[in-house]
């Protein structure tokens, strides 16, 4: 056993959280739009997985939820 193992495990959602309360005025604007940038590639990644879940859960659904 590691001592990383005895450390409490991050919230879910936490990052979301404090990067919404991160203080932009700190940010240049280059820095800013790097931001902006790196969020909108978050937001893909975000959304593939959604697809993929969905596209799991129908598939799951046609098959144990079948008519005769």
């Known amino acids: ?3 990383d193992d005895l450390d409490p495990r991050p919230q ?3 990052a979301l959280t404090a990067l919404g309360r991160e203080d932009l005025d700190l940010y240049a ?3 800013l739009g ?6 909108e590639a978050e937001i893909t ?5 959604l ?6 859960k129908s598939a799951a659904d046609a098959l ?3 008519r005769p």
């Open 34 to 39: 790097e931001r902006i940038e790196a969020l």
């Open 45 to 49: 990644r975000v959304r593939t997985a």
């Open 51 to 56: 697809a993929a879940k969905a596209a799991k």
């Open 29 to 31: 604007v280059e820095e």
């Open 64 to 66: 144990f939820n079948f």
């Open 1 to 3: 056993m590691t001592f």
């Open 12 to 14: 879910r959602g936490a």
